[in-house]
């Protein structure tokens, strides 16, 4: 079972740890383990709404960081960015797994539901700093598991639109989480 009780701590002893880890240190694994389960589960859990099912795909996720932390770079923003870019495209693959399924008994992805339970998240205030299109574009993204593709049919714009309101969207995030 993952925790989320431990606080994340700065970017700094996260990617030295991390370093220790793509060295094989057990014990710097376990430290890293506890400081980013918790935020690993909880980006997980946001995007597949099932606990059980994000316990699981966060087992993956800390599997991956692992065996892969030697491929841990500077150019990849941090080292909890790192870790939680590794989570969303986990969750991400779940999500379109699951999709798939659906689309072929004809269920599709509920944008008002997932709307309403973020009105209770922390993430939801963020969110609503967002322009109405970068708002619906991460959410049918990053929620609803949908490609860039679909989210341009979703929305009735282009592609080229759709990724300029995600990537503009994100970088409004990431300005927001740096001056908190």
Same mark, same amino acid.
């Given at each position: $079972?993952?925790? @989320? ?12 740890? %991390? ?8 014990? +710097? ?12 589960? #909880? ?15 966060? &087992? ?8 892969? +932390? ?18 969303? &495209? @986990? +969750? ?11 689309? @072929? ?6 944008? +008002?539901?997932? %709307?309403?339970?973020? #009105? ?8 609503? &700093?967002?322009?109405?299109? &970068?708002? =619906?574009s991460l959410i049918l ?14 929305? #009735? ?8 309101? $995600?990537?503009?969207? %994100?970088?409004?995030? @990431?300005? $927001?989480?740096? =001056?908190?």
């Amino acid at each position: $079972m993952v925790s @989320r009780t431990r606080a994340v701590p700065t970017a700094a002893p996260l990617e030295r740890l %991390l370093g220790r880890v793509a060295c094989g240190d057990e014990h +710097a694994f376990a430290e890293l383990y506890d400081a980013i389960a918790g935020p690993v589960l #909880a980006i997980v859990t946001r995007i597949l709404h099932d606990r059980d099912l994000a316990e699981e795909v966060a &087992q993956e996720v800390l599997l991956e960081v692992w065996l892969k +932390a030697n491929r841990f770079g500077e150019a990849d923003g941090g080292a909890l960015a790192w870790v939680l870019t590794i989570a969303h &495209q @986990r +969750a991400v693959d779940r999500v379109r797994y699951e999709h798939a399924r659906d689309r @072929r008994t004809g269920q599709r992805f509920d944008e +008002a539901g997932t %709307l309403d339970e973020l #009105a209770h998240d922390p993430v939801s205030a963020a969110l609503n &700093q967002l322009t109405e299109p &970068q708002r =619906r574009s991460l959410i049918l993204a990053y929620y609803g598991g949908y490609t860039d593709h679909e989210v341009s049919t979703a929305l #009735a714009e282009s592609v080229t639109v759709v990724r300029s309101n $995600m990537r503009d969207g %994100l970088i409004t995030l @990431r300005d $927001m989480e740096v =001056r908190a």
